[in-house]
Protein backbone atom coordinates (compact mmCIF):
# COMPACT_ATOMS: atom_id res chain seq x y z
CA UNK A 1 0.00 0.00 0.00
CA UNK A 2 1.44 3.37 -0.86
CA UNK A 3 1.02 6.97 0.53
CA UNK A 4 0.72 7.65 -2.72
CA UNK A 5 -2.43 9.49 -4.12
CA UNK A 6 -2.82 11.83 -1.67
CA UNK A 7 0.83 13.50 -2.06
CA UNK A 8 1.83 12.64 -5.78
CA UNK A 9 1.03 16.18 -8.63
CA UNK A 10 -1.28 18.71 -7.86
CA UNK A 11 -4.03 17.06 -5.57
CA UNK A 12 -5.97 19.47 -4.23
CA UNK A 13 -6.26 19.54 -0.33
CA UNK A 14 -8.59 16.98 1.31
CA UNK A 15 -11.75 18.67 1.46
CA UNK A 16 -14.79 15.97 1.10
CA UNK A 17 -15.22 13.64 3.65
CA UNK A 18 -14.66 10.49 1.61
CA UNK A 19 -11.31 11.95 1.06
CA UNK A 20 -10.39 12.65 5.29
CA UNK A 21 -11.67 8.76 5.95
CA UNK A 22 -9.80 7.58 2.96
CA UNK A 23 -6.55 9.49 4.67
CA UNK A 24 -7.43 7.51 8.10
CA UNK A 25 -7.89 4.45 6.41
CA UNK A 26 -4.32 4.91 3.98
CA UNK A 27 -2.77 5.26 7.28
CA UNK A 28 -4.70 2.09 8.73
CA UNK A 29 -3.18 -0.24 5.96
CA UNK A 30 0.33 1.31 5.67
CA UNK A 31 0.51 0.58 9.68
CA UNK A 32 -0.67 -2.85 8.62
CA UNK A 33 1.39 -3.37 6.13
CA UNK A 34 4.85 -2.48 8.22
CA UNK A 35 3.64 -3.43 11.50
CA UNK A 36 4.11 -0.30 12.88
CA UNK A 37 1.96 1.53 14.99
CA UNK A 38 -0.82 3.71 13.16
CA UNK A 39 -0.49 6.75 15.63
CA UNK A 40 3.24 7.01 14.01
CA UNK A 41 1.92 6.91 10.23
CA UNK A 42 -0.83 9.72 11.41
CA UNK A 43 2.05 11.91 13.03
CA UNK A 44 4.41 11.18 9.92
CA UNK A 45 1.36 12.65 7.84
CA UNK A 46 1.17 15.76 10.36
CA UNK A 47 4.47 16.34 9.85
CA UNK A 48 4.43 15.92 6.05
CA UNK A 49 1.38 18.16 5.68
CA UNK A 50 3.21 20.84 7.97
CA UNK A 51 6.65 20.84 5.93
CA UNK A 52 4.44 21.52 2.68
CA UNK A 53 2.55 24.56 4.70
CA UNK A 54 5.65 26.10 5.58
CA UNK A 55 6.99 26.27 2.08
CA UNK A 56 3.56 27.89 1.54
CA UNK A 57 3.48 30.22 4.56
CA UNK A 58 7.20 30.59 4.67
CA UNK A 59 9.85 28.92 6.44
CA UNK A 60 10.16 31.71 9.36
CA UNK A 61 6.30 30.11 10.92
CA UNK A 62 6.24 27.37 13.08
CA UNK A 63 3.64 25.05 11.77
CA UNK A 64 1.56 22.42 13.17
CA UNK A 65 -0.55 20.26 11.86
CA UNK A 66 -3.38 18.29 13.93
CA UNK A 67 -5.59 15.21 11.88
CA UNK A 68 -8.86 14.32 14.07
CA UNK A 69 -8.19 10.70 14.32
CA UNK A 70 -12.06 10.05 14.52
CA UNK A 71 -13.03 11.92 11.04
CA UNK A 72 -10.01 12.54 9.33
CA UNK A 73 -10.33 16.85 9.35
CA UNK A 74 -7.05 18.48 8.83
CA UNK A 75 -6.30 21.54 10.78
CA UNK A 76 -3.28 23.70 9.36
CA UNK A 77 -1.80 26.35 12.53
CA UNK A 78 0.97 28.78 13.35
CA UNK A 79 2.33 27.46 16.54
CA UNK A 80 2.69 31.62 18.53
CA UNK A 81 4.27 32.25 22.19
CA UNK A 82 2.41 34.93 24.22
CA UNK A 83 4.90 37.65 25.32
CA UNK A 84 4.44 40.63 26.87
CA UNK A 85 5.62 43.01 23.66
CA UNK A 86 5.51 40.72 20.53
CA UNK A 87 8.16 41.87 18.49
CA UNK A 88 8.03 39.15 15.32
CA UNK A 89 4.12 38.56 14.24
CA UNK A 90 5.08 35.41 13.07
CA UNK A 91 6.41 33.61 16.26
CA UNK A 92 4.91 36.01 19.12
CA UNK A 93 1.37 36.99 19.91
CA UNK A 94 0.41 39.06 22.63
CA UNK A 95 -2.14 38.01 25.79
CA UNK A 96 -4.86 40.42 24.36
CA UNK A 97 -4.63 39.13 21.44
CA UNK A 98 -4.63 35.54 22.20
CA UNK A 99 -7.41 35.73 24.35
CA UNK A 100 -9.01 37.74 20.83
CA UNK A 101 -7.87 34.76 18.64
CA UNK A 102 -9.62 32.15 21.05
CA UNK A 103 -11.99 32.68 24.33
CA UNK A 104 -10.15 29.27 25.32
CA UNK A 105 -6.78 31.46 26.07
CA UNK A 106 -7.84 33.17 28.51
CA UNK A 107 -6.52 31.01 31.00
CA UNK A 108 -2.76 31.06 28.94
CA UNK A 109 -0.01 33.58 30.84
CA UNK A 110 3.23 34.92 29.19
CA UNK A 111 5.31 32.04 27.76
CA UNK A 112 2.67 29.86 26.87
CA UNK A 113 2.05 28.20 23.69
CA UNK A 114 -1.36 29.51 20.97
CA UNK A 115 -2.28 28.14 17.80
CA UNK A 116 -3.91 29.90 14.85
CA UNK A 117 -5.61 28.45 12.43
CA UNK A 118 -4.47 28.67 8.75
CA UNK A 119 -6.27 28.60 5.67
CA UNK A 120 -6.22 25.45 3.87
CA UNK A 121 -4.48 25.12 0.71
CA UNK A 122 -4.37 23.75 -2.79
CA UNK A 123 -0.54 21.49 -2.63
CA UNK A 124 1.48 22.57 -5.31
CA UNK A 125 3.34 19.27 -7.16
CA UNK A 126 7.21 20.81 -5.06
CA UNK A 127 5.05 20.63 -1.57
CA UNK A 128 3.44 17.46 -2.37
CA UNK A 129 6.39 15.76 -3.12
CA UNK A 130 8.06 17.21 0.11
CA UNK A 131 5.65 16.19 2.35
CA UNK A 132 5.47 12.68 0.64
CA UNK A 133 9.04 12.38 1.32
CA UNK A 134 9.07 13.53 4.97
CA UNK A 135 6.31 10.70 5.24
CA UNK A 136 8.15 8.08 3.53
CA UNK A 137 11.45 9.04 5.79
CA UNK A 138 9.60 8.62 9.01
CA UNK A 139 7.54 5.28 8.01
CA UNK A 140 11.01 4.21 6.97
CA UNK A 141 12.75 5.00 10.51
CA UNK A 142 9.79 3.59 12.85
CA UNK A 143 9.96 -0.07 10.22
CA UNK A 144 13.65 0.02 10.87
CA UNK A 145 13.07 0.49 14.46
CA UNK A 146 10.37 -2.07 14.63
CA UNK A 147 12.94 -4.44 13.52
CA UNK A 148 15.49 -3.45 15.62
CA UNK A 149 13.00 -4.06 18.11
CA UNK A 150 11.95 -7.48 17.05
CA UNK A 151 15.36 -8.85 16.56
CA UNK A 152 17.61 -7.66 19.60
CA UNK A 153 15.56 -9.79 21.39
CA UNK A 154 16.70 -12.94 19.11
CA UNK A 155 20.40 -12.13 20.34
CA UNK A 156 21.83 -14.71 22.03
CA UNK A 157 19.58 -17.64 19.81
CA UNK A 158 19.49 -19.48 16.70
CA UNK A 159 18.13 -18.41 13.77
CA UNK A 160 17.67 -20.05 10.38
CA UNK A 161 16.96 -17.92 6.99
CA UNK A 162 17.51 -18.75 3.16
CA UNK A 163 21.03 -17.79 1.67
CA UNK A 164 21.04 -14.92 -0.86
CA UNK A 165 24.02 -14.10 -2.23
CA UNK A 166 27.56 -13.89 -0.87
CA UNK A 167 29.86 -10.81 -1.39
CA UNK A 168 33.66 -10.94 -0.91
CA UNK A 169 33.31 -14.29 1.62
CA UNK A 170 30.43 -12.78 3.77
CA UNK A 171 26.92 -14.86 3.49
CA UNK A 172 23.97 -12.86 3.14
CA UNK A 173 20.90 -14.24 4.59
CA UNK A 174 16.94 -13.74 3.89
CA UNK A 175 15.62 -13.72 7.53
CA UNK A 176 12.01 -13.29 5.88
CA UNK A 177 11.62 -9.44 7.23
CA UNK A 178 15.36 -8.56 6.99
CA UNK A 179 18.81 -9.52 6.00
CA UNK A 180 21.64 -10.75 7.96
CA UNK A 181 25.15 -11.17 7.29
CA UNK A 182 27.28 -13.96 8.10
CA UNK A 183 31.48 -12.56 8.02
CA UNK A 184 33.77 -14.49 6.63
CA UNK A 185 35.55 -14.91 10.00
CA UNK A 186 32.27 -16.48 11.54
CA UNK A 187 31.64 -19.31 8.33
CA UNK A 188 32.87 -22.85 9.53
CA UNK A 189 36.55 -23.52 7.11
CA UNK A 190 35.93 -25.19 4.25
CA UNK A 191 32.41 -25.08 4.45
CA UNK A 192 30.49 -25.02 1.35
CA UNK A 193 27.44 -22.23 1.17
CA UNK A 194 25.94 -21.31 -2.04
CA UNK A 195 22.97 -18.74 -2.87
CA UNK A 196 19.35 -20.67 -2.01
CA UNK A 197 20.54 -23.20 0.54
CA UNK A 198 18.86 -23.06 4.23
CA UNK A 199 21.19 -22.39 7.25
CA UNK A 200 21.14 -22.06 10.83
CA UNK A 201 23.49 -19.80 12.66
CA UNK A 202 23.75 -17.99 16.12
CA UNK A 203 22.56 -14.59 16.30
CA UNK A 204 25.87 -12.90 17.70
CA UNK A 205 25.37 -9.06 17.75
CA UNK A 206 22.05 -6.37 16.60
CA UNK A 207 23.26 -3.19 16.19
CA UNK A 208 22.01 0.11 14.96
CA UNK A 209 23.65 1.52 11.59
CA UNK A 210 22.92 4.40 9.50
CA UNK A 211 20.81 2.63 7.23
CA UNK A 212 19.01 0.28 9.69
CA UNK A 213 19.75 -2.25 11.84
CA UNK A 214 22.58 -4.90 11.02
CA UNK A 215 22.27 -8.56 12.10
CA UNK A 216 25.43 -10.70 12.49
CA UNK A 217 24.98 -14.03 12.24
CA UNK A 218 28.10 -17.25 13.57
CA UNK A 219 28.24 -20.61 12.55
CA UNK A 220 31.78 -20.97 14.15
CA UNK A 221 30.93 -19.28 17.57
CA UNK A 222 30.88 -21.82 20.49
CA UNK A 223 27.26 -20.56 21.39
CA UNK A 224 26.07 -22.12 18.21
CA UNK A 225 26.94 -25.68 19.32
CA UNK A 226 25.64 -25.28 22.66
CA UNK A 227 22.06 -23.80 21.42
CA UNK A 228 22.27 -26.51 19.35
CA UNK A 229 22.60 -29.09 22.37
CA UNK A 230 19.84 -26.98 23.84
CA UNK A 231 17.55 -27.86 20.72
CA UNK A 232 18.72 -31.63 20.54
CA UNK A 233 18.63 -32.32 24.33
CA UNK A 234 15.50 -31.90 26.18
CA UNK A 235 17.44 -32.90 29.52
CA UNK A 236 19.41 -29.46 28.70
CA UNK A 237 15.97 -27.24 27.47
CA UNK A 238 14.45 -28.19 30.60
CA UNK A 239 17.28 -27.24 32.97
CA UNK A 240 17.56 -30.55 34.44
CA UNK A 241 21.27 -30.57 32.55
CA UNK A 242 23.62 -27.44 32.88
CA UNK A 243 26.04 -26.21 29.85
CA UNK A 244 29.40 -25.14 31.96
CA UNK A 245 31.57 -24.03 28.90
CA UNK A 246 32.55 -24.41 25.53
CA UNK A 247 35.54 -24.30 23.01
CA UNK A 248 35.97 -24.87 19.52
CA UNK A 249 38.15 -25.10 16.80
CA UNK A 250 35.12 -24.61 13.92
CA UNK A 251 35.00 -27.68 11.34
CA UNK A 252 37.59 -29.78 13.41
CA UNK A 253 37.36 -30.44 16.73
CA UNK A 254 34.96 -29.12 19.28
CA UNK A 255 35.03 -29.58 24.04
CA UNK A 256 31.69 -29.21 25.79
CA UNK A 257 31.64 -29.32 29.81
CA UNK A 258 27.90 -30.42 31.03
CA UNK A 259 26.93 -30.96 34.75
CA UNK A 260 23.86 -32.84 35.86
CA UNK A 261 21.68 -30.73 38.09
CA UNK A 262 19.11 -33.84 38.43
CA UNK A 263 21.63 -36.14 40.11
CA UNK A 264 20.04 -39.03 38.96
CA UNK A 265 20.89 -38.18 35.09
CA UNK A 266 24.13 -39.05 33.19
CA UNK A 267 24.82 -35.66 31.53
CA UNK A 268 27.68 -37.48 29.29
CA UNK A 269 25.04 -40.11 28.22
CA UNK A 270 22.11 -37.79 27.71
CA UNK A 271 24.04 -35.17 25.21
CA UNK A 272 25.02 -38.44 22.97
CA UNK A 273 21.55 -40.09 23.01
CA UNK A 274 20.59 -43.24 22.09
CA UNK A 275 23.13 -45.16 19.90
CA UNK A 276 24.59 -41.42 19.24
CA UNK A 277 21.21 -39.78 18.28
CA UNK A 278 21.99 -36.51 19.38
CA UNK A 279 25.54 -35.76 19.14
CA UNK A 280 25.67 -36.73 15.77
CA UNK A 281 22.83 -34.56 14.99
CA UNK A 282 25.01 -31.34 16.00
CA UNK A 283 28.17 -32.86 14.30
CA UNK A 284 26.27 -32.88 10.86
CA UNK A 285 25.05 -29.20 11.04
CA UNK A 286 29.09 -28.46 12.33
CA UNK A 287 30.21 -29.88 8.90
CA UNK A 288 31.36 -33.00 10.78
CA UNK A 289 33.20 -31.22 13.50
CA UNK A 290 34.22 -33.87 16.09
CA UNK A 291 33.07 -33.44 19.41
CA UNK A 292 34.17 -34.03 22.87
CA UNK A 293 31.37 -34.07 25.76
CA UNK A 294 33.12 -33.65 29.19
CA UNK A 295 31.44 -33.97 32.34
CA UNK A 296 32.02 -31.16 34.96
CA UNK A 297 32.97 -31.16 38.48
CA UNK A 298 33.72 -28.87 41.05
CA UNK A 299 37.90 -30.03 41.51
CA UNK A 300 39.18 -28.84 38.07
CA UNK A 301 41.72 -31.24 37.72
CA UNK A 302 39.01 -34.15 37.31
CA UNK A 303 37.69 -31.48 34.70
CA UNK A 304 41.15 -31.49 33.44
CA UNK A 305 41.83 -35.24 33.43
CA UNK A 306 38.43 -35.84 31.36
CA UNK A 307 38.94 -32.97 28.86
CA UNK A 308 42.01 -34.12 27.99
CA UNK A 309 40.66 -37.63 26.95
CA UNK A 310 41.99 -39.42 25.21
CA UNK A 311 45.37 -39.46 27.11
CA UNK A 312 45.31 -40.93 30.57
CA UNK A 313 46.23 -38.25 33.42
CA UNK A 314 48.23 -39.54 36.04
CA UNK A 315 48.30 -36.56 38.22
CA UNK A 316 46.92 -33.20 38.33
CA UNK A 317 48.57 -30.10 40.14
CA UNK A 318 46.41 -27.23 40.83
CA UNK A 319 47.30 -23.34 41.54
CA UNK A 320 43.81 -21.91 42.37
CA UNK A 321 45.35 -18.26 42.87
CA UNK A 322 47.34 -18.19 39.54
CA UNK A 323 44.31 -20.61 37.72
CA UNK A 324 47.34 -22.89 36.57
CA UNK A 325 47.42 -26.95 35.98
CA UNK A 326 50.35 -28.83 35.63
CA UNK A 327 49.24 -32.00 34.03
CA UNK A 328 51.46 -34.95 34.90
CA UNK A 329 51.61 -38.20 32.44
CA UNK A 330 53.15 -40.70 30.84
CA UNK A 331 55.77 -40.07 27.65
CA UNK A 332 53.18 -42.20 25.75
CA UNK A 333 50.73 -40.57 26.75
CA UNK A 334 52.16 -37.07 25.99
CA UNK A 335 51.33 -36.82 22.34
CA UNK A 336 47.52 -37.54 23.05
CA UNK A 337 46.90 -34.74 25.68
CA UNK A 338 48.80 -32.09 23.42
CA UNK A 339 47.00 -33.05 20.20
CA UNK A 340 47.32 -32.31 16.86
CA UNK A 341 49.13 -28.63 16.35
CA UNK A 342 48.10 -28.66 19.89
CA UNK A 343 44.45 -28.78 19.95
CA UNK A 344 43.82 -30.93 22.37
CA UNK A 345 45.38 -28.66 24.94
CA UNK A 346 44.35 -25.70 23.64
CA UNK A 347 40.48 -26.78 23.32
CA UNK A 348 41.02 -27.30 26.98
CA UNK A 349 42.51 -24.59 28.30
CA UNK A 350 39.54 -22.42 26.82
CA UNK A 351 36.61 -24.83 28.57
CA UNK A 352 38.67 -24.67 31.87
CA UNK A 353 39.72 -20.98 31.81
CA UNK A 354 42.86 -22.49 33.23
CA UNK A 355 46.84 -22.18 31.67
CA UNK A 356 47.66 -25.99 31.21
CA UNK A 357 51.10 -27.03 31.38
CA UNK A 358 51.59 -30.45 29.74
CA UNK A 359 54.14 -32.26 31.39
CA UNK A 360 55.95 -36.16 31.71
CA UNK A 361 56.36 -37.31 35.32
CA UNK A 362 60.11 -37.33 35.18
CA UNK A 363 59.89 -33.08 33.37
CA UNK A 364 57.61 -32.67 36.16
CA UNK A 365 60.50 -34.42 38.77
CA UNK A 366 62.92 -32.44 37.27
CA UNK A 367 61.51 -29.17 37.57
CA UNK A 368 60.60 -29.43 41.32
CA UNK A 369 64.08 -30.87 41.53
CA UNK A 370 65.50 -27.56 40.08
CA UNK A 371 62.54 -25.49 42.01
CA UNK A 372 64.17 -26.88 45.41
CA UNK A 373 67.32 -26.40 44.64
CA UNK A 374 67.31 -22.63 43.30
CA UNK A 375 65.06 -21.80 46.27
CA UNK A 376 67.76 -23.09 48.73
CA UNK A 377 70.27 -21.21 47.07
CA UNK A 378 68.57 -18.47 46.92
CA UNK A 379 68.21 -18.75 51.23
CA UNK A 380 71.60 -19.82 51.66
CA UNK A 381 73.38 -17.06 49.40
CA UNK A 382 71.18 -14.11 50.26
CA UNK A 383 70.62 -14.90 53.97
CA UNK A 384 73.60 -16.48 54.93
CA UNK A 385 72.40 -19.44 55.87
CA UNK A 386 73.82 -23.37 55.78
CA UNK A 387 72.30 -25.74 53.39
CA UNK A 388 70.21 -27.72 55.87
CA UNK A 389 68.62 -24.43 57.10
CA UNK A 390 67.68 -23.30 53.85
CA UNK A 391 66.06 -26.89 52.64
CA UNK A 392 64.23 -26.61 55.90
CA UNK A 393 62.47 -23.49 54.80
CA UNK A 394 61.88 -24.66 51.32
CA UNK A 395 60.54 -27.83 52.62
CA UNK A 396 58.16 -25.83 55.02
CA UNK A 397 56.47 -23.85 51.93
CA UNK A 398 58.83 -20.52 51.84
CA UNK A 399 59.41 -19.58 48.42
CA UNK A 400 60.77 -16.18 48.31
CA UNK A 401 63.07 -14.21 50.84
CA UNK A 402 59.67 -11.64 50.95
CA UNK A 403 57.63 -14.73 52.25
CA UNK A 404 60.00 -14.81 55.05
CA UNK A 405 59.99 -11.17 55.98
CA UNK A 406 56.53 -10.61 55.90
CA UNK A 407 56.15 -14.21 58.17
CA UNK A 408 55.83 -13.70 62.44
CA UNK A 409 58.21 -15.29 64.99
CA UNK A 410 55.37 -17.50 65.94
CA UNK A 411 55.09 -18.96 62.54
CA UNK A 412 58.69 -19.57 62.00
CA UNK A 413 58.81 -21.29 65.45
CA UNK A 414 56.18 -23.91 65.07
CA UNK A 415 59.27 -25.21 62.20
CA UNK A 416 61.04 -27.71 64.49
CA UNK A 417 64.54 -26.89 64.40
CA UNK A 418 64.18 -23.64 64.49
CA UNK A 419 64.19 -21.45 67.98
CA UNK A 420 62.96 -18.01 68.81
CA UNK A 421 66.36 -16.19 68.23
CA UNK A 422 66.78 -17.94 65.06
CA UNK A 423 63.68 -16.77 63.44
CA UNK A 424 63.85 -13.37 65.07
CA UNK A 425 67.54 -13.24 63.09
CA UNK A 426 66.02 -14.83 60.25
CA UNK A 427 63.33 -12.21 59.53
CA UNK A 428 65.78 -9.21 60.24
CA UNK A 429 68.34 -10.49 57.60
CA UNK A 430 64.84 -10.79 55.18
CA UNK A 431 64.43 -7.92 56.22
CA UNK A 432 68.00 -6.00 55.28
CA UNK A 433 68.18 -8.13 52.03
CA UNK A 434 64.55 -6.48 50.94
CA UNK A 435 65.85 -3.24 51.53
CA UNK A 436 69.15 -3.15 49.71
CA UNK A 437 67.99 -5.78 46.78
CA UNK A 438 65.17 -2.80 46.50
CA UNK A 439 67.77 -0.28 46.09
CA UNK A 440 69.98 -2.07 44.26
CA UNK A 441 66.50 -2.70 41.67
CA UNK A 442 65.58 1.03 41.26
CA UNK A 443 69.22 2.21 40.76
CA UNK A 444 69.36 -0.83 38.06
CA UNK A 445 66.15 0.48 36.32
CA UNK A 446 67.77 3.78 36.44
CA UNK A 447 71.12 2.69 34.26
CA UNK A 448 69.06 0.68 32.30
CA UNK A 449 67.17 3.31 30.65
CA UNK A 450 63.79 2.56 30.73
CA UNK A 451 60.92 5.12 30.18
CA UNK A 452 59.32 6.41 32.60
CA UNK A 453 55.84 5.65 30.83
CA UNK A 454 56.85 2.01 31.06
CA UNK A 455 57.72 2.05 34.59
CA UNK A 456 54.74 3.68 35.71
CA UNK A 457 52.21 0.84 34.22
CA UNK A 458 50.37 -0.52 36.60
CA UNK A 459 51.52 -4.52 37.36
CA UNK A 460 54.70 -4.31 36.28
CA UNK A 461 56.88 -4.64 39.52
CA UNK A 462 60.89 -3.72 39.93
CA UNK A 463 61.85 -7.10 39.61
CA UNK A 464 59.79 -7.55 36.62
CA UNK A 465 61.38 -4.00 35.06
CA UNK A 466 65.05 -4.98 35.44
CA UNK A 467 63.94 -8.10 34.11
CA UNK A 468 62.19 -6.29 30.77
CA UNK A 469 65.08 -3.55 30.57
CA UNK A 470 67.69 -6.89 30.54
CA UNK A 471 66.24 -8.13 26.97
CA UNK A 472 66.18 -4.20 26.04
CA UNK A 473 62.15 -4.14 26.33
CA UNK A 474 62.97 -0.17 27.64
CA UNK A 475 59.80 1.50 26.36
CA UNK A 476 55.68 0.88 26.84
CA UNK A 477 55.26 0.51 23.17
CA UNK A 478 57.71 -2.30 23.35
CA UNK A 479 56.28 -4.24 25.77
CA UNK A 480 52.67 -3.50 23.95
CA UNK A 481 54.20 -5.76 20.99
CA UNK A 482 54.93 -8.62 22.98
CA UNK A 483 52.57 -11.76 23.21
CA UNK A 484 51.38 -13.26 26.48
CA UNK A 485 53.47 -16.19 25.48
CA UNK A 486 56.65 -14.13 25.42
CA UNK A 487 56.20 -13.04 29.25
CA UNK A 488 54.92 -16.54 30.43
CA UNK A 489 56.68 -19.15 28.39
CA UNK A 490 55.54 -21.97 26.11
CA UNK A 491 56.19 -25.19 25.06
CA UNK A 492 56.66 -25.42 21.30
CA UNK A 493 57.53 -27.88 18.35
CA UNK A 494 61.27 -27.77 17.05
CA UNK A 495 62.14 -30.51 14.38
CA UNK A 496 59.80 -32.57 15.49
CA UNK A 497 60.23 -32.06 19.09
CA UNK A 498 58.94 -30.52 22.03
CA UNK A 499 60.45 -27.74 23.29
CA UNK A 500 59.95 -25.77 26.49
CA UNK A 501 60.49 -21.72 25.57
CA UNK A 502 61.33 -19.62 28.48
CA UNK A 503 59.33 -16.59 29.31
CA UNK A 504 60.93 -12.91 30.24
CA UNK A 505 58.58 -12.91 33.13
CA UNK A 506 57.74 -16.58 33.78
CA UNK A 507 60.01 -16.56 37.41
CA UNK A 508 57.47 -13.68 38.67
CA UNK A 509 55.05 -16.77 38.26
CA UNK A 510 52.55 -14.64 35.57
CA UNK A 511 49.03 -16.11 34.70
CA UNK A 512 48.20 -16.52 31.50
CA UNK A 513 45.22 -13.91 32.27
CA UNK A 514 47.58 -11.74 34.23
CA UNK A 515 50.12 -11.26 31.30
CA UNK A 516 47.18 -11.01 28.57
CA UNK A 517 45.55 -8.38 30.68
CA UNK A 518 49.12 -6.25 31.34
CA UNK A 519 49.55 -6.29 27.36
CA UNK A 520 46.37 -4.91 26.81
CA UNK A 521 46.23 -2.51 28.87
CA UNK A 522 49.93 -1.06 27.28
CA UNK A 523 48.32 -1.45 23.68
CA UNK A 524 45.30 0.68 25.08
CA UNK A 525 47.40 3.26 26.52
CA UNK A 526 49.66 3.18 22.91
CA UNK A 527 46.47 3.33 21.29
CA UNK A 528 44.77 6.08 23.31
CA UNK A 529 48.24 8.45 22.80
Not at 350 to 367: P, R, V
Amino acid sequence: MGLGPFFFGEHKMLNRRADKLELLRIAEAVALEKSIDKELIIDSMESGIAKAAKSKFGSENEIKVLINRDNGDIGIYRKLIIVEKPENSNLEIGLEQAIELNSSNKDKKVGDEVLQPLPSFDFGRIAAQTAKQVISFNVREAERERQFQDFIDKKDSILSGIVKRLEFGNVIVDLGKTEAIIQKNEIIPRENIKAGDRVKAYCLDVRREPKGQQIFLSRAHPKFMEKLFFQEVPEIYDGLIEIKSSARDPGSRAKICVKAIDTSLDPVGACVGMRGSRVQAVVNELQGEKIDIVNWSEDPAIVAANALSPAIVQRVNVDNDLKKLDVILTEENLSKAIGRRGQNVRLATKLLNYEINIMTDQEDSEKRQIEFKEKTENFVKNLELDETLGQLLVAEGFSSIDEIKDSSTESLTKIEGIEEDTAKELIERAEEFYQKDQLEINNKIKDLGLETELINHKGLTPGMLVTLGEQNILKLSDFADLSSDELTGAYDIVKGERVKIKGYLEDFALSKKESDELIMSAREKIYKD
